[in-house]
C-alpha cells in the first residue's frame, strides 16, 4: 500500500531512513540512502542526486553505487554534509571511503583501525555524573554486556553461573534488577537488549576519587579470580616504559585511540556465545619534587 501526499510525493513505510552506524560499505549506504529518497519523491534521479553536491557529472553517483568510480575523501566529505550528516557521521563516513580507497597493507591497517575508532564515537553515549549508580559495582557494566550473548537469560542463576560465581546469584538479581529499572536494557520482541550499544564513562566527566575506587574493584577481583578465570584465553601484558613526561598525553591519547578501535571492532561481532574483560591501565610512577 502506498500513501499519496501529492501528485508528486509517495511514501512507502517498508523504506526507513538509512543510519550510517549501521554500514561498514559507504557505497551500500548511498545506494539505500537513493532508495528512501526515491520512496519520499517520485521521479528523484541520479540526476537529482548529483545535484544535492553540485557535481557536474549527473551519473557519476550512480557509477560509485555500481563500482565503477571511487569517491575521493574531498568529494565524499562534501557530500555527507549535503545528506546534513553529522559531524561524528561525517567522520565515519570518510574513515569508510578511506578504507575503500587503500592500497597498501599498511593503508589498509590503519583505515581499519580508523574506521573502528570513528564508529564507536558515532555510537557512544556518555554516561552522565548523575547517572553514577551503573558504576557502583564493578560487574554492572560486564552483565549489561551479558545480554547479547546468544544464550542469555534474564536470571541471577545464568548470570552469577556464566561469570563463574564471581558474583553471587543475590548480586546477579539485584544487578539485573537495576540494569533494567535504569532502563540500561529494555526488552524488545521478547528479548534484552542494551539501551544505547556503547556506553563511555568519558575524560573528567566523574571525579578522580569515584573513579578509583570502581577501578579498584575490577582491579581487586582480577586478583582474587585470576586463578578461577583460567589462563588459556586470557592475555596477560605488562609494559614498562621509560618516557620523557612531556609525551605522556601523546602516549594517554594512544590509549584511548585503541580503546575506540576495540569498541568500534565490536560493534560488528554477531551471534556473540563468549565475554571478555579488556582492561587498559596506565600507572605513572612520578618523580617527587
Given at each position: ?22 554500514y ?12 528512501y ?15 544535492l ?23 565524499g ?5 549535503a ?5 561524528k557521521?561525517?567522520n ?16 589498509k ?7 573502528h575508532?570513528?564508529l ?5 553515549q ?20 551479558m545480554v547479547?550473548?546468544?544464550?542469555f537469560?534474564?536470571?541471577g542463576e545464568y ?5 563463574q560465581?564471581i ?5 546477579a ?8 529499572t ?19 564513562t ?18 581487586k ?9 583460567g589462563?588459556k584465553?586470557?592475555?596477560?601484558g605488562?609494559?614498562?616504559i621509560?618516557v ?5 598525553p ?7 585511540q585503541?580503546?575506540?578501535?576495540i ?13 571478555v ?13
Open positions: 500500500m502506498e500513501i499519496v501526499l501529492e501528485s508528486t510525493q509517495i511514501i512507502k513505510p517498508n523504506i526507513k531512513y538509512p543510519e550510517i552506524a549501521r561498514t560499505c559507504y557505497r551500500a549506504f548511498l545506494r539505500d540512502f537513493f532508495e529518497k526515491k520512496s519520499l519523491r517520485a521521479g528523484f534521479s541520479y540526476r537529482q542526486f548529483a545535484g553536491v553540485g557535481l557536474k557529472s549527473p551519473n557519476y553517483l550512480q557509477l560509485v553505487i555500481q563500482e565503477k568510480r571511487n569517491l575521493t575523501e574531498t568529494t566529505r562534501r557530500l555527507a554534509e545528506l546534513k550528516l553529522s559531524v557521521e561525517v565515519y563516513f570518510e574513515a569508510l571511503i578511506r578504507l575503500q580507497n587503500a592500497v597498501t597493507d599498511d593503508d591497517i590503519k583505515a581499519h583501525k580508523n574506521v575508532g570513528c564507536k564515537k558515532l555510537l557512544a556518555f554516561v552522565t555524573e548523575e547517572a553514577y549508580e551503573i558504576l557502583g559495582k564493578w560487574y554492572y557494566l560486564l552483565i549489561r554486556e547479547q550473548l546468544s544464550d537469560e534474564p536470571s548470570i552469577s553461573s556464566r561469570l560465581s558474583v553471587s546469584t543475590d548480586e538479581e539485584r544487578a539485573l534488577k537495576f540494569l533494567i535504569s532502563g540500561y536494557i529494555k526488552l524488545e520482541a521478547g528479548k534484552y537488549i542494551q539501551s544505547e550499544p556503547v556506553l563511555d568519558g575524560v573528567d566527566i566523574f571525579n578522580h576519587d569515584f573513579m578509583q575506587e570502581y577501578h579498584a574493584q575490577v582491579l577481583s582480577w586478583a582474587a579470580n585470576i586463578e578461577k578465570l589462563y584465553n586470557q592475555e596477560l605488562l609494559l614498562n621509560p620523557p613526561k612531556s609525551k605522556l601523546e602516549l594517554q591519547e594512544k590509549i584511548r585503541f580503546q575506540d578501535e569498541m568500534g571492532w565490536a560493534q560488528n561481532q554477531k551471534d556473540c556465545d563468549d565475554l574483560q579488556l582492561g587498559t591501565y596506565l600507572m605513572h610512577f612520578q618523580k617527587q619534587s
